[in-house]
């Protein structure tokens, strides 16, 4: 069965210094992997994502994560926080052996929090 | 660049009343889906569509809900009676295929509050 797993209900940095949210999946196959932010009233919006190509993906506002089959996780990670990435972020895994939109696994969240 | 248009925004409606949520979606995609996001349960999939037919109803949780999509830029939910445990944050989103590496664009929600 596919899951995903959001290891920090919340995270805290000082603005400035590196973000790491983590994330672990299982998965039968080699999945799809993405992680979304939403911003306070507003909709998931899609950072990355990561297709079986390249394992370091790059994605918007800094933002990457590094796919590690071993270790069967998919860390995003951002060098120096901004005070606007203070957000919920999600990770979320596809299993391609599943038929349809139900093939998509959310993560509970991860909440943000940036400290001026 | 329009992402996909969500309406309304706020809906606050007493119990019993009849509720309609509306979602465009992002041209040329052909996939449409409708989500709840609650604090207790997350994000839930609740039906979606490809080419404007239903594909996957089976998150709909009882017949109170029904969704349409009469056209390929229109979409809405409907419950009908409302309870107050239907007061959540209902997303819909679009993608060009249901492709499981295909990225979901979402709107910015409906947020709906039963009293």
């Known amino acids: 069965a596919q899951s995903v797993t959001q290891l920090d209900s919340h995270v805290s940095v000082s603005e400035g210094t590196p973000v790491l949210l983590r994330c672990n999946y299982s998965s039968s196959y080699s999945p799809s992997l993405f992680w979304y932010v939403q911003h306070p009233n507003k909709g998931l919006q899609l950072l990355l994502k990561y297709t079986s190509a390249a394992t370091l993906v790059k994605g918007i506002n800094g933002f990457e994560a590094e796919f590690k089959k071993s270790e069967t996780s998919f860390h995003l990670t951002k060098p120096s926080a901004h005070m606007s990435d203070a957000a919920e972020y999600f990770c979320v895994v596809s299993d391609p052996l599943l038929p349809g939109a139900n093939n998509l696994f959310f993560g509970t969240g991860t909440r943000l929090t940036v400290i001026p | 660049d329009a992402g996909v248009i969500q309406s309304p925004r706020h809906e606050v409606t007493e119990m019993g009343q009849e509720v309609t949520l509306r979602c465009k979606p992002i041209s040329g995609h052909n996939s449409l889906f409708w989500y709840r996001q609650t604090m207790m349960r997350g994000l839930e999939l609740l039906i979606y569509?490809?080419?404007?037919?239903?594909?996957?109803d089976s998150g709909m949780p009882e017949d109170r809900f029904s969704a349409k999509m009469p056209n390929a830029s229109f979409s809405t939910l409907k419950i009908q009676p409302s309870e107050p445990r239907d007061s959540a944050v209902y997303f819909c989103?679009?993608?060009?295929?249901?492709?499981?590496?295909?990225?979901?664009?979402f709107g910015d929600g409906t947020r709906l509050s039963i009293l």
């Open positions: 569509f490809n080419n404007n037919v239903p594909i996957d």
């Open positions: 989103a679009s993608s060009l295929t249901p492709s499981s590496n295909q990225p979901q664009h």
